[in-house]
Structure formats: structure tokens, C-alpha cells
């Protein structure tokens, strides 16, 4: 530290807008310093950071990185990461670089590589460098804020421009104020750009300010002395200034439009630069040497940063990091400060929207902040329903905080009326937008939400935040911690929460994902916790196909008056009638034969458009893309004779034996197929297969080596060129290695029910790949060599039916059926469901017989206290179950257990049932499945094809949701008897039972 003789300066007002340019202004101090003060050393550590013989200059700083021009013959630019301690040259190549700025990891400088100077770019974190500008002009000092850069540009009138373009982009530069006067010396932070202007073309340099998104130019000087070297932070605006006839710095505040002198001693002070409220800059003494020193705005105090030996220049900071070039040991080497934490704390600064009983507040309305109610700042909104502004021109509720503040509430006043919510006093403050509202109407208790939530079909991601809005205002918000599901029923459960008062009874409460409003709104009645299921649709609406072309039957031309049909699914989309022979449409923006109009949705995408006359399709089909061209040619071919279907089916030889096992796979399947696709059933596929990806088609015959032990599922897709498809899944086919494969037994057996003498023919399903079978079917008869065994019941009765099945491995497992059989016309048939420990999704898959289709029989259920359920679509609502509620098919019921237990179902044994069917409502809906077989969704949907979009089960062993059934994409997957499932609707619909 060194005693110097000063007279310091802070906070001169001066009007500039009200300046002539003639005008001489002169300052008087409104604070000063003893002539021999000694200034303080800024509380901090200093660093030495470059120790090469080389020459370091120029340095700039970000919040990680330092970055500066190394010189040896040319410039090269360096940047030091200050976290991982890194340091790297940028562009080793055969060029000049200079003056480089750095924000936000990403490097600029200018650069000769091209003879001309031109603009380049290094993003750090990506390790990648690009031209930032580049073309015939030389260009200079560039600075960036973020990805925008500006830059001087000597243009071919040899005047120079500022220069402004994004990184990463092609475009040219937007020139800022072209005119005949030289700028120079740019600097950027945010939207504000300033630089230097001679306004006479000779020495009269003056700092201007442009705004590039309102395109505001503000002049700040009009001084006939020169103002040069700007730098801009936030709202300050600092630079040299030769007013009083040597050099100080100035400072000007776009906030509150006031210029500052903050250096007026008899020293010349240059090279300013400013980050928040911190300004650092040269001094020169009278005996030429120089030093950094800082002055801290908020206190206000000057500091002395680095007072030889040597000397320093070039400053730069950065929040609490300041560097700079500096001669101490002979050369020039960059050296970093690092700053103590200082106080007073930042003031908070306060905007936002501001509403009365959730209404906009009417202009001229005051709110008032206070801490322990003493008033701190109050503001008048001149906006209905907003108070205060982010801009640098506008207004904010101030509050000013010190160290006793910290852990106090700032709360919010209007009309003595306390606003909610109040803020918690936690350190610095800052600029923040804080939503207010004054509640003088009655409340009511809250709203709470909670159900699931998709977008576009999907389940809506974790981290999706949901916004419940009343009259157009923002009431509640929530951020989903669970993929599909957000909030829960229980009182304990968080919720979307919806503070509501007596005016909100009958408005409606309008569900936000961003910008897009859920399918469902709610009506208000009263405060309560409801399950409000959420469906989002964000994806716009795909163009619809237009077809046109030739259209030929059996070869010949087809005749005026042809009917075309388009089908997707199976479905028709379009019928189309001829207006000429042997064509149908016309190309060109405005065709005279329209063409053949096919529309389409989001969930078509992947889908095959076929065309059809009658029951002959064509060979041309065209599958659904999201892009891509929407008016095609498509030249249809009828033929007479209808299309082969396909009957998927293949073997494999060996089956079994050691790894690696080489498996040869035989495609045996029927109906010409011309495409296979195979999965081996462990993800991997064969090197000697023509693959794509992790598909694997065109291989018929495809030889396969299994490299791990296991037990593997085989499935072939087999296809061809007409659209016709089919699918073989063998369970358990492949075995490697000496490994037991588990089996699970079941079956099947039909009929189960009639008079005697009553022939049943069994089935067996048992997975894991049995070879032997045990069958007791409950009247004393047994069978034990094969799997789908026939038997004839001659007694009337209930017969129980076991099968144990086994394999050559010694692994067995046994399936008991109750009352499986009933042969005569009493006792009724019996079935059970299985219940497993924790929450069940079940239903009953066919009509209960009187007196056994209510909830009683779950009354030896223990269900620890919970409720048993059933969802009503209808109303959104959850039904809380009696023992007189009525159990019907195709209805899904939520019970809890304790421990795992059967639930024993008696059918209706009446022959003439009228096969059930059950309104269903857009949105979710709770649905049980019919029948006593497994079937595909798009088989059990067909009822309502058009209209479900997604099918989600719930697997009771595992406590968790199954993989989502999508429409369109896995809908082969099965469902299952007993279980229940959710069903989301894209409209109304009817679901019919698929059995009696």
C-alpha cells in the first residue's frame, strides 16, 4: 500500500439530457478525502497466474474462466479455468490474436488468419471454435455478453461501424446507428450495448447506449472533451473522461439516468471496468507508475487492489474476481485477485403482478413494503394489475437491508390490508418478480388436486410443472414428482393447491401446461381435495394426404364411376369416386379433378394408408409420416384375386445344449411372406443377418449363436409387401447350458359348463417349457402323457381340475382350479381371483350370479382400514364401495390386503345373458376385462377403436404399473382376466364386453 495524494469523489449528479454541448460543468465534491489518506488494501488474495518469459496481456474474466493474448511474435489468445485449474491455448495456427473478451465460457478475439482482421469464437465448455464474422473488412476489439458479439468494423469507406451478431449463426451483422461518424471501443451486457462516437470527425468523442430489442440509442455524453474506453455492467455505464482536463472515470446509471464522477484528483485514472456495483481501474501517478484500484458503489469506498511494486494496468472483474497485466518481475504476467465478501447486502428489489381477491389491481393502487412494520419503500401501479418493471428504466418496490435484517419477513401492505406471501430476508437481495395478492373477500378452504396427467398420449414427465388459473390469474402451481401422476388422495399427500374465496363459486378453474390449456376444466363449488385427471395436447394437427394417379383393374383401365376407398387400420378414411377412366385426381395447385383426400392424426403416425375397390386392395400403399411431402402420385394396380395372408411359424435346430450355442433358425411360415423380422430374446442379432439398427429383416432362414446360459423367448414377424403380417412367439424355445427352466403351469378348458354327458377340451399354457403333464380332472379320472387332453364328464357336479407340469430338468409346478367345471344344471360355476399383499386392480370377467355380484364378497378381505374403491369417469370422482355395491364386468374395483388371499366368484349360469357394455367418458377411465382369455388391446378395443389412445394395467405382485399400452404401437400386447386397467378416451365412447 502507498500514501497518495488525492482528492476523491463519489457521486456527482449531473443532468446529462439537460447539457448543450458547450456547456462547461463544474463539479463540487460531496465527498472527500485528506490529502494524505491512506486508502485501504481491498480485503482479498492475490495470485500470480502466467510465469512464462513471454509476454501476457489483455485480460479478460467470467465467472470460470480468465482469458488473455500471449505474445511471441504474434498474439495467441489462452484461457485459465479457474475451478479445475486448466490452462489452454485456443488456437494454435499461424495468425495474429487479439484483444479477447470472454462471458459465459465462450471466447471471442479478432484474428488475421485470413490477411483481413476478422471475428472468431471458442466455446469452452463444447471444445469447439467457429468464425464469428468473417469477410473482407477488417474487424476489431470484439466483446460478447452470453452468445451476442459486437465488434468495430472498418468498413471500405475506412469509417468504422459497430458490428452486432449472434455465435452460431450464418447471418450478416446488424450495423448499430450507420452514419458518417467514427464508433469504436464497443462493450455489451445483456440487451445494452455502449461505445464511443466522434461526433466532429476530430476529437469530439462521446459515449452512446443502444438497447438492440427496443432499439433505444441513449447519449450519454455531450461533452466537447473526450469520453473513450466503455464499459457496461447491469445498470452501470463507466469510461474515461478528459472533461477537466486530465483523465477521470465517469459513471453513468441507465436506471435512474444520472451521470457520476468517480474519480476527480489530481491523478490521471483510466482502463475503467465494472461488474454489479464494483468498478476497477489505472491509476498513474506523477512519477508514471501505475496501479489498481477499485471503488465499491454500495458502501461507498475506494480500495487499493494492487499498489506495486511494478507497475499494473489492463483491469478487469468479474463478481468478486479482478485481473490484470502487470511488470513486476520484468515482463508482462496476468495476476488475479480474489475479493472478501463485503457488506452492506444488496437491497431487494421487487416487480411482478399484483392482484385484489385474485383480480388485477386497478391503477393509482400503493402497496407498501415493511420489516417489523417499518415501511421500507412503497410504489403506485400506473399498470392494471402490475406494479414495478425488470427494465433498466423502470420502477421497483426497493428494499434496503442490512446485517440485522437477515432472517426478518418483508411484507407487503395495500389499503391496510396485508398481501400474501411475504419474503424471508436470507442474505443479498436482488431484482425479482414477486406476485402479490390482498384478499378482502371471505375465504374458503382450498382447492386440492391430484391425479394423472399426460401430453400428447405420454405420461407427463417428472419435473413438468402445472398452472390452475381463475379468470385468466395464475392461483396454484405444481411441479410433478412422479412420472404420469401428480399430488395424491390422502390428506398427507401434496396437492396442485387452489386458494379459492366466496366470489370463485361457479367460475372454473383452467388447467396450464406452458401455453396449453388441459382438455379439462374444473368447476368451483367448494374448497375440497378431487382427483382431476389431466390431458394435455400440445403436437399440432398433421396435413392430410392428397393422392393422385393412375387406377387399373385386372390391367385395364378403370372405368368412370370406380369407388376407391382408403383405409386405415382397416378402417375407411375416405371413399373416392372416379370422374375419368383409368385416373383419378390431378396434380398442380389447383387441379381440376380434385385428388383423393386422406386426413390423418398424431396417432397415425407409422400407420399404412391402404386403397382398396371393394374387397381387391392395391399393391401401393403409403405409410404416415409426421413431414415430409403431403401431395403424392400413387399409381393404383386392383387385381382380382384378393391379397395371401400370412401364418407365421418357424423351428430351430438344436434347441438346447452348452454355450456358446449355434442355433439354426428355419422359417416355416405360410402365406408367401417376404419379410422377417427375428428377436432372439437376448437383444442380440446376427453378424451374418441383414440388420438395421437393432432390426433384423429379410432373413429367412437366419443362423443365430447364443453366448450366455439361459432360457430364451424366440418371436418372428413375418410380412410382405401387401401390408399382411403375422406374429410367432415361442415361450422358453431356446435352452442354453445346464440351467433348470422354471415352469409355471396353467390352463384352459372349454367348455366349462353344460349338461351330461359334458367332453371338455383342455389346453395347456404352462410357460417355461414342460414336457410332461399330470392331469387329475377332479372325478377320479388322471392323465399323464399329454398336454391338451379331452375329457368326458358323465356325472353332474363341480369338478376341480389339477395339472402338475414338469420338465426333463426336475423343475414342476402345480395348478389347481376350484370349482372349475360344473356339469348338469346346479350348482353354478365357480372361479376365484388372486389377491396379492398390497393394493389389487381387479374385476370379474364375467356376470356374477344373484345374490354373490356384490362387494361382500371381499368381506373376509383384510384390508387394514382402507376403503375399497371404483373410479367414475362421469363425475371424476372416487366411489367408496358397501357391502350392498353392485360388482359388474367391464367395472374395475381398487382393494387393499393385507396378506395374499383368494376372492371365489359363483357365475351366472343363465345361457340367454346379453353380453354387458359400459359408457365410457374422455379422459381416464377404470375398466375391467371380459372373457376368460388372455387377449390383444386392439382386439379387446375394437368396440371403441377409434377413440382409446393409451391402456395402462397395474401388476399387483410388483406394486407397480405395467409398461403403457399405446394404440398403434404395442397395442398386440395382451390383457388379462380378473385385472382392471385404465383407459384414456380421446372422446366418448361405448365399450362392449368381448364375452357374455
Request: hydrophobic fraction near 35%; charged fraction near 20%.
Amino acid at each position: 500500500m502507498k500514501i497518495a495524494s488525492l482528492l476523491m469523489v463519489l457521486m456527482f449528479l449531473l443532468l446529462v439530457p439537460c447539457l448543450a454541448e458547450e456547456e462547461i460543468v463544474e463539479f463540487e465534491p460531496v465527498v472527500s478525502f485528506s490529502a494524505e489518506e491512506l486508502i485501504a488494501q481491498a480485503p482479498g488474495i492475490e495470485e500470480q497466474m502466467t510465469f512464462d518469459s513471454v509476454f501476457d496481456w489483455d485480460p479478460r474474466v467470467d465467472e470460470q474462466y480468465v482469458t488473455w493474448t500471449q505474445y511471441e511474435g504474434q498474439g495467441k489468445v489462452w484461457y485459465y479455468d479457474m475451478k479445475s485449474g486448466n490452462r489452454q491455448m485456443v488456437a494454435n495456427i499461424m495468425s495474429d490474436q487479439n484483444n479477447p473478451d470472454i462471458s459465459g465460457g465462450i471466447i471471442v478475439w479478432d484474428d488475421n488468419r485470413h490477411k483481413n482482421s476478422d471475428i472468431y469464437s471458442y466455446n469452452i465448455p463444447m471444445h469447439k471454435e467457429s468464425p464469428v464474422y468473417v469477410d473482407t473488412t477488417n474487424k476489431f476489439r470484439p466483446a460478447v455478453s452470453q452468445d451476442m458479439v459486437v465488434f468495430e468494423d472498418f468498413g471500405n469507406d475506412d469509417i468504422r461501424d459497430i458490428g452486432m451478431v449472434k455465435v452460431g449463426t450464418s447471418a450478416r451483422p446488424v450495423y448499430i446507428n450507420p452514419n458518417d461518424k467514427d464508433k469504436a471501443n464497443p462493450d455489451i451486457d445483456g440487451d445494452w450495448i455502449v461505445y464511443q462516437q466522434l461526433d466532429d470527425n476530430k476529437n469530439d468523442w462521446n459515449i452512446y447506449l443502444y438497447n438492440y430489442k427496443t432499439d433505444k440509442t441513449v447519449q450519454v455524453t455531450r461533452d466537447l472533451r473526450i469520453q473513450q474506453n466503455p464499459r457496461i455492467s447491469g445498470d452501470y455505464v463507466v469510461w474515461e473522461d478528459n472533461r477537466n482536463g486530465k483523465w477521470d472515470i465517469f459513471m453513468y446509471n441507465i436506471k435512474k439516468d444520472m451521470t457520476t464522477a468517480v474519480t476527480f484528483d489530481d491523478y490521471d485514472d483510466v482502463e475503467p471496468a465494472v461488474s454489479g456495483s464494483k468498478i476497477v481501474w489505472t491509476r498513474y501517478d506523477q512519477e508514471n507508475n501505475s496501479d489498481i484500484y477499485m471503488v465499491n458503489l454500495q458502501i461507498p469506498k475506494t480500495y487499493a487492489v494492487c499498489v506495486g511494486p511494478g507497475n499494473q494496468i489492463r483491469p478487469d472483474i468479474y463478481g468478486d474476481k479482478v485481473v490484470w497485466q502487470d511488470d513486476r518481475f520484468g515482463g508482462w504476467d496476468i495476476f488475479i485477485y480474489t475479493l472478501e465478501p463485503d457488506t452492506p447486502f444488496t437491497p431487494y428489489q421487487f416487480y411482478g403482478p399484483v392482484t385484489f381477491n385474485y383480480l388485477p389491481a386497478p391503477v393509482g393502487t400503493e402497496i407498501i413494503a415493511k420489516i417489523d412494520e417499518v415501511t421500507k419503500d412503497s410504489i403506485v401501479t400506473t399498470q392494471e394489475g402490475y406494479y414495478g418493471g425488470a427494465g433498466g428504466f423502470a420502477d421497483q418496490l426497493t428494499v434496503k437491508i442490512n446485517q440485522a435484517d437477515i432472517g426478518r419477513q418483508i411484507s407487503f401492505w395495500s389499503g391496510g390490508i396485508q398481501g400474501a406471501p411475504s419474503v424471508t430476508v436470507s442474505g443479498d437481495g436482488k431484482m425479482m418478480e414477486q406476485p402479490l395478492n390482498f384478499i378482502y373477500a371471505q375465504p374458503l378452504p382450498d382447492l386440492l388436486f391430484y391425479g394423472s396427467v399426460t401430453i400428447d398420449g405420454q405420461p407427463a414427465a417428472k419435473g413438468t410443472v402445472l398452472k390452475a388459473m381463475i379468470d385468466g390469474v395464475v392461483r396454484g402451481s405444481y411441479e410433478i414428482t412422479q412420472t404420469g401422476q401428480y399430488g395424491g388422495e390422502y390428506e398427507t399427500d401434496p396437492a396442485l393447491r387452489v386458494p379459492i374465496t366466496v366470489d370463485d363459486i361457479g367460475k372454473h378453474i383452467t388447467f396450464m401446461e406452458g401455453e396449453y390449456a388441459a382438455g379439462q376444466t374444473f368447476q368451483i363449488t367448494s374448497g375440497g381435495r378431487f382427483r382431476q385427471d389431466l390431458t394435455f395436447t400440445t403436437i399440432p394437427p398433421m396435413s392430410p394426404y392428397e393422392f393422385y394417379g393412375y387406377v387399373q383393374i385386372d390391367g385395364k383401365s378403370a372405368p368412370v364411376g370406380t369407388t376407391i376407398q382408403a383405409k386405415i387400420d382397416n378402417t375407411v378414411v375416405t371413399t373416392y369416386v372416379t370422374r375419368y377412366a383409368g385416373s383419378y385426381g390431378a396434380p398442380g395447385q389447383a387441379p381440376d379433378d380434385p385428388r383423393l383426400i386422406v386426413p390423418v392424426t398424431e396417432a397415425d403416425a407409422g400407420k399404412t394408408i391402404s386403397f382398396w375397390i371393394g374387397t381387391i386392395r392395391a399393391g401401393a400403399t403409403q405409410v404416415i409420416t409426421r413431414g415430409g411431402e403431403r401431395i403424392i402420385r400413387k399409381d393404383l394396380d386392383f387385381g382380382s384375386s384378393p391379397q395371401p395372408g400370412i401364418n407365421a411359424d418357424f423351428t430351430a435346430s438344436p434347441r438346447s445344449g452348452p454355450a456358446p450355442l449355434t442355433v439354426q433358425f428355419t422359417d416355416l411360415s405360410t402365406g408367401g411372406p417376404t419379410m422377417w423380422f427375428w428377436d432372439f430374446g437376448d437383444g442380440v442379432i446376427p453378424a451374418n443377418a441383414t440388420c438395421s439398427g437393432t432390426d433384423c429383416h429379410n432373413i429367412a432362414n437366419p443362423i443365430h449363436t447364443y453366448a450366455r446360459e439361459g432360457t430364451y423367448t424366440v418371436t418372428l414377424i413375418a410380412s410382405n409387401q401387401y401390408g399382411a403380417s403375422d406374429t410367432e412367439v415361442k415361450t422358453g424355445y431356446i435352452t442354453v447350458g445346464q440351467i433348470t427352466p422354471g415352469i409355471q403351469a396353467d390352463f384352459t378348458a372349454s367348455p366349462r359348463s353344460g349338461s351330461k354327458p359334458l367332453t371338455v377340451q383342455f389346453t395347456d399354457l404352462s410357460t417355461g417349457g414342460p414336457t410332461m403333464w399330470a392331469w387329475n380332472f377332479g372325478d377320479g379320472t388322471t392323465e399323464g402323457l399329454l398336454a391338451n387332453p379331452t375329457h368326458t364328464y358323465v356325472n353332474d357336479g363341480t369338478y376341480t381340475v389339477t395339472l402338475t407340469a414338469s420338465n426333463q430338468f426336475g423343475a414342476s409346478d402345480t395348478e389347481v382350479k376350484s370349482g372349475y367345471i360344473c356339469v348338469g344344471g346346479s350348482p353354478q360355476p365357480v372361479d376365484s381371483i388372486t389377491i396379492y399383499p398390497g393394493w389389487n386392480f381387479i374385476s370379474v370377467p364375467k356376470k356374477l350370479a344373484p345374490g354373490k355380484d356384490t362387494a361382500a364378497i371381499f368381506s373376509h378381505i383384510q384390508v387394514d382400514g382402507h376403503s375399497i374403491f371404483q373410479y367414475d369417469a362421469v363425475t371424476g370422482q372416487w366411489i367408496t364401495m358397501t357391502s350392498s355395491s353392485p360388482i359388474k364386468p367391464l367395472d374395475a374395483v381398487w382393494i387393499y390386503s393385507r396378506v395374499a388371499d383368494k376372492v371365489s366368484l359363483t357365475y351366472d349360469s343363465d345361457p340367454l345373458q346379453t353380453p354387458p357394455t359400459k359408457e365410457l367418458r374422455k379422459g381416464w377411465n377404470a375398466i375391467g376385462f371380459t372373457g376368460l382369455e388372455p387377449l390383444e388391446a386392439k382386439f379387446t378395443f375394437l368396440s371403441v377403436q377409434d377413440k382409446w389412445v393409451n391402456c395402462l394395467g397395474f401388476n399387483e405382485e410388483k406394486q407397480q404399473y405395467d409398461q403403457m399400452i399405446i394404440k398403434g404401437r404395442n397395442d398386440d400386447a395382451r390383457l388379462y382376466p380378473y385385472s382392471g386397467y385404465w383407459l384414456f378416451m380421446s372422446d366418448n365412447g361405448t365399450l362392449a364386453a368381448i364375452s357374455a
